[in-house]
């Protein structure tokens, strides 16, 4: 499968606890998004990377949450400290760096918080 | 910002009936429009995307119009099938931005 990989699927934690999410986009895609999905909302975007840079981090990124991407290849997304309000689908994709590309999917993380 | 908005929230058809959703979007400089279809415990799939010099894009029984001067784009499905039941959502990005901005999404559900 040369598709987007996330791990894991799903996570559980309790509320206080950090949690790590790991995304491995594309071989050839050099940029790579990070969006978050709640229940009936389309995805919205969190940050994205140009190899490793990353170049744009939106508003709903908190002090709370930080984006990786030490090698230009796969990427980390941590959250610290998670709240109940973090509970989302936590989605990966990544698209060639030319102009109006599309951005190919993974099946995302799940973050549930007890 | 861009601001993404779509219709209808739900749409139910019959097996070979058409289904049209449409998006509204508010940037002008938005350039590039792509449409996803999410199954569930799935992430979004790609399934047509029009770019801002091309009026109509068409690949078998999907269709995509454009009309950048009212900022409108909308997705034709035909001959639906069961199978075409999912979420589908509309995006718009600009040339240079990273990010895409989505609608709220879509519920087709394809009566047999």
């Known amino acids: 499968d040369t598709g987007v990989s996330q791990n894991p699927r799903h996570k559980i934690t309790k509320r206080g606890q950090n949690v790590t999410f790991r995304c491995d986009p594309i071989?050839?895609?050099?940029?790579l998004y990070w969006y978050r999905q709640t229940l009936g909302q389309g995805p919205e975007f969190l940050t994205y990377?140009?190899?490793?840079?990353?170049?744009?981090k939106s508003r709903l990124l908190s002090d709370r949450f930080s984006a990786e991407r030490p090698k230009g290849s796969f990427s980390t997304l941590e959250i610290q400290r998670t709240e109940q309000g973090d509970s989302a689908m936590y989605l990966c994709?990544?698209?060639?760096?030319?102009?109006?590309?599309?951005?190919?999917f993974g099946d995302g993380t799940r973050l549930s918080i007890l | 910002g861009e601001n993404v908005e779509q219709h209808p929230s739900t749409l139910s058809v019959q097996e070979g009936d058409s289904a049209v959703i449409k998006c509204t979007y508010s940037?002008?400089?938005?350039?590039?429009f792509p449409w996803y279809k999410q199954e569930l415990g799935k992430g979004p799939q790609l399934i047509i995307d029009?770019?801002?010099?091309?009026g109509e894009k068409k690949d078998q029984r999907i269709a995509v119009t454009l009309n950048k001067t009212a900022k409108h784009f909308s997705l034709h499905i035909t001959e639906t099938q069961p199978e075409d039941s999912a979420v589908y959502f509309c995006?718009?990005?600009?040339?240079?931005?990273?990010?895409?901005?989505f609608g709220d999404g879509t519920t087709l559900t394809v009566k047999p």
């Open positions: 995006a718009a990005s600009e040339t240079n931005a990273g990010k895409s901005t």
């Open positions: 940037d002008s400089a938005s350039n590039y």
């Open positions: 029009i770019r801002s010099n091309v």
């Open positions: 994709a990544s698209s060639l760096e030319l102009s109006n590309q599309p951005q190919h």
């Open positions: 071989s050839e895609h050099n940029r």
């Open positions: 990377f140009q190899n490793e840079a990353q170049l744009e």
